[in-house]
């Protein structure tokens, strides 16, 4: 059995003026090389997991670990930066004024010229954008933009990528072929990766394990 990338331990985590925990007692783990998916409504915390996990926010209580690595927990806050994990928001976050390739790039600037190149050449690769790495985010369609954004989280190869509702400004169609094209992306750079969504099929079309978010808490789909 894999190694656990991620395990999240009763964790809960309140916002300000809010009477009640967003996340009430979470805990759920994820394997090395797993591809999951938290599933839920709008407003039920999906977002709120991925932010705690990122370190965007602060638990109230409960402890997370990264690799065996305690990250956050009532000793802990490491910033978002130490935690060496990757995000893929929906609205792609490139930066306008870069090309594809230099997007990718972005995190790698303590590398050296040569490692970069190689890392973005066997990225865009992976992507199947090699013939589009010197345009600019606005010369590509919304699905290739997606794909730029994923090959630039993982450029850094993060302990785990974390994508928040990814594909919901796009089309259906570019929905149902970029949630295929994604999986295969992940499971080929053996990317461990947790989704969320509240798209049973897209969640369906990606992950190898579907857990359920539900008054703050994890349920999974045995305990349904």
């Excluded at 809010?18 to 090389?33: A, C, E, K, N, Y």
């Excluded at 690799?67 to 792609?92: I, W």
């Excluded at 295929?180 to 394990?209: K, M, N």
Aim: aromatic share 6%; net charge neutral; hydrophobic share 40%.
């Amino acid at each position: 059995m894999s190694e656990i990338a991620l395990s999240l331990e009763s964790i809960s985590v309140t916002y300000s003026g809010s009477p009640r925990p967003v996340l009430d007692g979470f805990s759920m783990i994820v394997r090395t090389g797993e591809i999951a998916c938290l599933l839920g409504a709008s407003g039920c915390g999906k977002t709120t997991v991925l932010r705690a996990i990122a370190g965007f926010e602060y638990l109230s209580s409960g402890e997370i670990y990264l690799t065996r690595r305690c990250v956050a927990g009532s000793q802990v806050h490491l910033p978002p930066e130490k935690r060496n994990v990757g995000m893929v928001f929906q609205d792609y976050a490139l930066f306008p004024h870069l090309t594809a390739a230099q997007n990718i790039a972005f995190g790698l600037r303590k590398l050296s010229r040569e490692v970069q190149q190689e890392r973005v050449n066997r990225l865009l690769t992976l992507v199947e954008l090699q013939q589009h790495a010197g345009r600019y985010p606005h010369e590509l369609s919304g699905g290739q933009q997606q794909r730029i954004a994923l090959a630039r989280a993982m450029a850094p190869e993060p302990d785990i990528l974390l994508l928040d509702e990814p594909f919901s400004s796009l089309d259906r169609s570019t929905r149902e072929r970029l949630s295929g094209e994604v999986r295969e992306i992940l499971r080929q750079a053996g990317q461990t990766a947790l989704l969320v969504t509240h798209s049973e099929w897209e969640a369906e079309a990606i992950a190898s394990r579907i857990g359920y978010v539900e008054h703050g808490q994890y349920r999974s789909h045995d305990n349904l």
